[in-house]
Structure formats: C-alpha cells, structure tokens
C-alpha cells in the first residue's frame, strides 16, 4: 500500500460525530488533531463533543432502549454477523487507517482487525443463547423463574491501544444483549472506531442504538452522563487510574461497571523450561504491539540456571527486529503512541541501570521523527527497581533471576496488579502448582497469548473486575430478573 492509499483512507473516514446513527459537526465547531505517531504530523481532525452533546447522545439511548431490547435476537445477530463480514471484507483499509493513528506495523494492524471482528462473530452467535431457568422451589408450593434482560442504555469508553478490539470487546456483547449505547473512544486513535461506526450503519444497526462521540475533555464529555440515571453502566479498558476515578463517579447512581485496567504481567521461566517455546512466548508477550498491551509480560523472572542463556537468545531476536514506520514493508516494530509514553520508558530503562541492570541490547533512544525506541532487554535488574513495578507500555524486557519455585511465585505475585501471568515449564505437576498460587485473571501455560474471542478476558486485584468474550462477556450486559408464581 503506498501513500495515495493513506489518503484515500483518510478521506474515506468520517470525522463527524455520530449521534444516535446520524452525523454531524459538533456544537463546539472545534476539532481534535489525530497525529501519526512515527512522524508527528497531524493525518486528521475529528469533532470535539461538548458535554450536552453526550446527554444528547443518552437521551436518544434512553429512548431507543425499549423498541431495542425487544427486537428479535436473530436480527441483532445477523446485524453483528454483517458487521464481522464487513470489517473482514476491509481488512486491509481498516488496518492502515490503525497504523496511520496508532502507529503499530501493517501485519499487526491487520492481526487486530481479524481478532476484533471474531468477537462481533463470537456475539453474533451468543445472541440467539440468551439462557434463563425455570424450576419448583423447593416446598413445591411455587415455580420460580429467571429471565435475563438487557441492562439498559451502556456507556463504553476505549484506549488507544486496540483501537477496535477494546470497542467490539464491548459493543458485541452489548449489541447481542439489545442494549444501546455511547462509545467514547481514545483521542489519539478515533478513527478507526468512526470507520466502524460507519460499518455498523451498513450493516442496519437501528438509528438510535450506538453513538460514537470523540472529545478532547474525556472527564467533561462523561461525567454528566455518568451522573444521569438514564445510564445504566460503564464499561472501561484503560489506566488503573482513570478506572478508579470512574468507579467513584459510578458509585453515586450505584452503576454496573466492568473495569479492564492496567496489568503488570510475570514472566516466570523454570528451570524445565523448553527454551524454544520460552523465547517465542517472550517475543509474543512482550513484542506485541511495541509492549503497549495491558497483557504485555512487563517483567521476566527466570530461574538462575537459565537466565544467561535465556537473556542472550532473547536480546538476539529482539535486536535483529526491524523498527520503523509501520506502513513500511518488513516494519517489525513501530513508534510508541506520543512523547509521554515515550519518555516513561526511558525513565524505567534509566532507574533500573542506576540500580545495576546492564543492557543485552538497546537502552536508548535514537533522535529523528516519530516516538520510536528500540526493543531492550535489561539483566539483572535488582529488586526494588522501578520497571517491575510500574507498567512499562513499551519495548522493554527486564529479566531477574530466581532460585525457588516459591520465590518465584511470591515474585510473580508482588503487585497490586493481577491480569495475566505467564509460566514456562515442562513438568505438568510444577505447572498446576503455579497456576494455582498465581494471582491472575488470566494465565498463560508454556503460552505468550492468551487473548481470545471465545475465553473470559479481564483481571483480579487491581487490574479490575469483569470479563469481556467467552460465553461470560454476554451476561455483562444482562440483568437477572426472578419471578416468583404459585404453582
Ligand atoms: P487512559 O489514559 O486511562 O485512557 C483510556 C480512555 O479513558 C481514553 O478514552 C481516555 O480518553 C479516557 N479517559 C481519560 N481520562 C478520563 C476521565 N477522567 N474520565 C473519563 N474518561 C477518561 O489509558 P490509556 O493510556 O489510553 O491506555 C493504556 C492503559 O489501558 C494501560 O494501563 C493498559 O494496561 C490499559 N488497558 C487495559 C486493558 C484490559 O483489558 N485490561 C486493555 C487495553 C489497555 P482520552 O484519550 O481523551 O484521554
């Protein structure tokens, strides 16, 4: 693909707000630049919703929800079904609209659009399995039954991460379910979840049913929602942080939340280890995205025995990657988001070489255009040191080393984080023992991926609560309602 192919893109996206199915220029008559993060120029400019528009965009929630949760399962089905069709049809324009915001290598943009349409099929499939239950109590003297019904009109807000799998994670379950809602997505990357607005609206998702509102004040555009009782959940991929401020704010209404948050993912490497499997579960969990992923393995522990051996062909894959622009042939590994995160890294990468780590390969950054930083791995890196405690979101690999099964798992488990976990040993029995003592939602056995449309994905501690796929993700945005009557 070559530049007249990133303009028509661009052109081809809409930058409107979408409003309850139609589009339009915000009130403000200001716009948010979209910047490409490998050469820091501006690529586009979206709407900048005011905080009315959001109640606007509740309001037409609010009042869609009724005709919506009564619609026919099959149709909401076969909407999403149309949807997944489309996005894969797009494959290749979705995915270089996602490297021109988001900056990650073409192969990548193109992985994620293929892992966020399953979950519009994996919905498309769960809406017409909505279960309930029908039984005598056990006096025999009534039935009881239980319904599931949708919770109502959902607000959804996404990082810039998965700019489209951390929406359909959301809007699939929602749409199966029949509720509506409001999706708010990152600012850096919005468009890419206006593309899929408009692929909702070709595959006859009702006027009324989703609004995608982009904004440069995320608090000011959701917090008079949050307050309105109309709403009646949050569901938020984003900072710890910013996760906790929300679940506050949702406490006034007593608000259904899910909270996908931030993690700061073990990499445990035993003594038993196959180290081919290792290393290629290290290249996956941490490479990934340029290590902006929530499930990024932020820091390896790895037994003494073999952690020279591990490091040394490690840094070697690392290193021979290819960085750069993203829409460039053979790109391997793209710039990180922005400046910000950018200069987090290096002040982890610094911190932990002030405590005595060396670097196997990296540890600084090249000058030019674009927020690039070569892959690094860092061994021995001393306890106490900033990088394992701190999520990197970047290139980053520290390795320490460690003698014990039980150090091991106590180190794996020194977080307040607990999202996902990845563990490497061919002794099946050693392998249970960890799966048990780690404190994770998610576990990765001899494995560096875990996300999967049909597997409950989310966390424990404080990496949230809540799981988006799976047959769990549906009832997120169902409601139990029991109903008592003689027998
Ligand atoms: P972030 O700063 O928390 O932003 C996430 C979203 O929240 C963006 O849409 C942002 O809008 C919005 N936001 C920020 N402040 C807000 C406020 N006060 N009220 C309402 N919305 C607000 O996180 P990020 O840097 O984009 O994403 C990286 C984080 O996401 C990492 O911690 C990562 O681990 C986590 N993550 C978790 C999962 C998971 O499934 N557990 C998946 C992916 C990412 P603006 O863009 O306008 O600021």
Known sequence: MGGSDETRVLQAVRTDLFLGGEWGASESGHTVAVEDPSTGETIAEVADAIPAE?????????????????????????????????????????????????????????????Y??????????????IDGRFGLSPSGDSHLMVLRQPVGPCLFITPWNFPLAMGTRKIGPAVAAGCTMIVKPAKQTPLSMLALAQIFEEAG?????????????????????????????????????????????????????????????????????????????????????????????????????????????????????????GTEDGTQVGPLIDEAGRLKVEELVADAIDRGAKPVTGGSRDDGAGYFYPPTVLAGVEPGSR???????GPVAPISTFETDDEAIAAAN???????????????????????ALEAGMIGLNRGLVSNPAAPFGGIKQSGFGREGGPEGIYEYLDVKYVSTPR
């Open 205 to 325: 998702l009702p006027k009324g049913v989703l609004s995608v509102l982009t904004t440069s004040s995320a608090g000011a555009l959701t917090g008079p929602m949050i307050k309105d009782a109309r709403l009646r959940k949050v569901s938020f991929t984003g900072s710890t942080e910013v996760g906790r401020a929300l679940v506050k704010d949702a406490a006034d209404q007593l608000l259904r939340t899910s909270m996908e948050l931030g993690g700061n993912a073990p990499f445990l490497v035993f003594e038993d280890a196959d180290l081919d499997k290792a290393v290629d579960g290290a290249m996956l969990a941490k490479m990934r995205n340029m290590g902006e992923a929530c499930t990024a393995a932020n820091r390896f522990h790895v037994h003494a025995s073999v952690a020279e051996e591990f490091s040394s062909r490690l840094a070697a894959r690392m290193g021979a990657l290819k960085v750069g622009r």
């Open 414 to 436: 020194d977080t307040e984080f607990g999202l996902v976990s990845y563990a490497f040993t061919e002794s099946w029995t050693r392998g249970l023992k960890v799966i048990e």
């Open 116 to 129: 966020a349409a399953e979950f519009l099929r994996w919905f498309s499939e769960e809406s017409v399995r």
């Open 387 to 393: 990088i394992l405690a701190e999520e990197v979101f």
């Open 54 to 114: 959001g109640l606007e965009a509740l309001r037409i929630a609010a009042e869609h929800q009724g005709k919506w949760a009564r619609s026919a399962p099959r149709d909401r089905g076969e909407i999403l079904r149309r949807a997944f069709e489309l996005m894969v049809e797009r494959v290749d324009d979705l995915a270089l609209l996602m490297t021109l915001e988001m900056g990650k290598p073409l192969a990548e943009s193109r992985g994620e659009v293929a």
